[in-house]
């Protein structure tokens, strides 16, 4: 199975910052990465697909970056609403894997 | 709008059966792979297995560990995706999603949670 490794595991910062996620592919899955948001109490919610394609609806303050083995999500201008868990997926191969999500907290 | 509503979950003893469905509605049904997430709370995601449209080849993928308790079926005449698992164990406590697509998961249920304890 590809092993999906992010970091941090949480991290805090105020309102405005700039905050990096970094998703660490056990082996090259090309471009097929996704990102989800989990906010609490809720299901997860699709930011971002291959890599770095906005899904519909989705701010322009979040961007997703990387080929290969290394991915990043990109949040500039962090804002409250953004408090949640952030998950990396790949699906170059079967059996799809998350990795172990970044819990974002906003000062 | 798209909507997804699992039912199903509730209180089971290690050992027994549980059918979860999910209800679907705002997309055509028939045209899209559907897949199963479950999360223990406070935890990671993990992918149960995914269920291809009858037009590509109706076929199923599990993730290996849950192949032979875990089985993915749909009624594309209703609309509805199910999950059917057996031999329930203490580590399958987990709230389950169903999720539009079989690679890209587009579009989450709210959950329902499973809880298998004596």
């Known amino acids: 199975d590809i092993q999906m490794t992010q970091s941090p595991s949480s991290l805090s910062a105020s309102v405005g910052d700039r905050v990096t996620i970094t998703c660490q592919a056990s082996q090259d899955i090309r471009n097929y990465l996704n990102w989800y948001q989990q906010k609490p109490g809720k299901a997860p919610k699709l930011l971002i697909f291959d890599a770095s394609n906005l899904e519909t609806g989705v701010p322009p303050r979040f961007s997703g970056g990387g080929s290969g083995t290394h991915f990043t999500l990109t949040i500039t201008s962090l804002k409250p609403e953004d408090l949640a868990t952030y998950f990396c997926q790949q699906y170059d191969n079967l059996p799809l894997t998350f990795g172990g999500g970044t819990k974002v907290e906003v000062k | 709008e798209v909507q997804l509503v699992e039912s199903g979950g509730g209180l089971v003893k290690p050992g027994g059966s549980l059918r979860l469905s999910c209800a679907v509605s705002?997309?055509?049904?028939?045209?899209?792979?559907m897949s199963w997430v479950r999360q223990v709370p406070g935890k990671g995601l993990e992918w149960i297995g995914r269920l291809k449209r009858e037009s590509y080849d109706g076929t199923e993928d599990y993730a290996a560990p849950l192949k032979g308790r875990f089985t993915l079926s749909r009624d594309d005449s209703k609309d509805i995706l199910y999950l059917q698992m057996s031999s329930l164990q203490t580590e399958d406590t987990a709230v389950y999603y169903c999720?539009?697509?079989?690679?890209?998961?587009?579009?989450w249920g709210p959950g329902t949670l499973v809880t298998v304890s004596s």
């Open positions: 705002g997309f055509n049904f028939g045209k899209v792979w």
């Open positions: 999720v539009t697509g079989g690679n890209t998961l587009g579009n």
